[in-house]
């Protein structure tokens, strides 16, 4: 099923806004099994042909939400070590996830079929930037000459995130900051040098 809207009139920016920043409030508040297209178009202040003109499905406005919602991709700093730059990505990724929204799109991302739509616009939207960011870090490093330069980019990006959507989707367990900044990150990035370097 197609969910993302045909092409029609222009879109209100003013409505849009409302409708994504209610779908927001209204899952910090109840969660995303008791949000409804009623629900948010009440209130937003729209009505649900509104919505409905945009998205035909509210998992692609969950989507929508959230990418409006999160930071832009954390980009490398020339002046920071590999390891602070990593460091940086995965406290950025590991907030995104301990809020609602985040935690929101991992469930749906999960149930998601590769080809769907809404699992495609996760990866283009939000994925592929920051793993694209995550490349050049590791492709300046190699350079600079600081890690090996026969090292799988592929594998290695893997090595470093993984663990964080483990995390999150199989022992469904958050990450403190405090706790993140001191022992876990800096483990997991630790080890991850130390087999490229």
Same mark, same amino acid.
């Given at each position: 099923?197609?969910?993302?809207?045909?092409?029609?009139?222009?879109?209100?920016?003013?409505?849009?806004?409302?409708?994504?920043?209610?779908?927001?409030?209204?899952?910090?508040?109840?969660?995303?099994?008791?949000?409804?297209?009623?629900?948010?178009?009440?209130?937003?202040?729209?009505?649900?042909?509104?919505?409905?003109?945009?998205?035909?499905?509210?998992?692609?406005?969950?989507?929508?939400?959230?990418?409006?919602?999160?930071?832009?991709?954390?980009?490398?700093?020339?002046?920071?070590?590999?390891?602070?730059?990593?460091?940086?990505?995965?406290?950025?990724?590991?907030?995104?996830?301990?809020?609602?929204?985040?935690?929101?799109?991992?469930?749906?991302?999960?149930?998601?079929?590769? %080809?769907?739509? =809404?699992?495609?616009?996760?990866?283009?939207?939000? $994925?592929?930037? &920051?793993?694209?960011?995550?490349? +050049?870090? !590791?492709?300046?490093?190699?350079?600079?000459?600081?890690?090996?330069?026969?090292? %799988?980019?592929? =594998?290695?990006?893997?090595?470093?995130?993984?663990? $964080?959507?483990? &995390?999150?989707?199989?022992?469904? +367990?958050? !990450?403190?900051?405090?706790?993140?900044?001191?022992?876990?990150?800096?483990?997991?990035?630790?080890?991850?040098?130390?087999?490229?370097?």
């Amino acid at each position: 099923m197609n969910l993302r809207p045909s092409a029609g009139r222009p879109r209100s920016e003013e409505s849009k806004n409302a409708i994504l920043n209610a779908t927001i409030e209204l899952l910090n508040k109840s969660g995303y099994p008791a949000l409804t297209i009623e629900g948010i178009a009440s209130h937003a202040g729209v009505s649900k042909a509104t919505i409905y003109r945009w998205w035909n499905h509210k998992t692609l406005l969950v989507m929508d939400a959230f990418i409006m919602l999160i930071a832009p991709p954390v980009e490398l700093r020339d002046e920071e070590t590999l390891r602070e730059n990593f460091l940086m990505q995965l406290t950025a990724l590991s907030n995104v996830f301990n809020s609602t929204i985040g935690r929101t799109m991992l469930s749906i991302i999960s149930e998601s079929a590769p %080809d769907s739509e =809404v699992f495609k616009a996760f990866y283009s939207q939000y $994925i592929s930037p &920051r793993r694209a960011t995550a490349r +050049r870090i !590791l492709q300046a490093s190699i350079l600079r000459g600081e890690v090996r330069s026969d090292i %799988d980019i592929d =594998v290695v990006l893997d090595m470093i995130y993984g663990p $964080i959507y483990f &995390r999150f989707l199989i022992h469904k +367990r958050p !990450l403190e900051t405090s706790y993140l900044e001191t022992s876990y990150l800096v483990t997991l990035i630790d080890y991850t040098l130390q087999a490229i370097r």
